[in-house]
């Protein structure tokens, strides 16, 4: 089945969609479970929360950038994934109400109510999941960019 916009499946039928799609659901949870178990007190754009297990290899201003790159291509590839996943579940949707059965009893009716709810739902649940492992990646390329990596050096130098 086909819509007007293309073919249903068009980007879930690509092995390249779910290679990206694991690799950017790893990127989040490694960032998850590396950051810190408790939001701190007040929020210092100094110091990092999200990325603080990088600050021991983030060195110098080129290696900030690097991991900062880094970050930001995770953040592209799970900006893709929303759009993809977006559009097709919007296919989807436009393939339900297509479908829709102009006559029938109210079990044809509420048959096809439920499903098409629950399908949106799906969606709607999987763009906001996604959107939300987007915003995470780009506040860790906020962090790397606003931290400042010969303060750190500084601090220790000072304590000798």
């Known amino acids: 089945m086909s819509t ?4 249903l499946d068009e980007f879930t039928s690509k092995p390249i969609f779910w290679i990206l799609g694991f690799l950017a659901i790893v990127s989040w949870i490694v960032t998850i479970i590396r950051a810190p178990s408790q939001a701190p007190k007040s929020y210092d754009t100094r110091r990092p929360h999200w990325t603080k297990w990088l600050i021991p290899y983030v060195t110098s201003r080129p290696r900030q ?15 893709l994934m929303v759009r993809w996943a977006g559009i097709t579940g919007v296919r989807w949707i436009q393939a339900m109400f297509d479908l829709w ?21 799906m969606v709607v649940g999987a763009v906001l999941v996604g959107v939300l492992m987007a915003v995470c990646q780009f506040l860790c390329v906020l962090e790397l960019m606003l931290f400042n990596p010969d303060a750190g050096r500084g601090e220790k130098r000072e304590k000798r």
């Open 4 to 7: 007007d916009n293309g073919t």
């Open 65 to 79: 950038l690097l991991f900062a790159l880094l970050y930001l291509g995770v953040f592209g590839t799970q900006v």
């Open 101 to 121: 059965p102009a006559q029938g009893g109210w079990a044809t009716q509420s048959h096809y109510s439920v499903s098409t709810l629950v399908l949106i739902l």
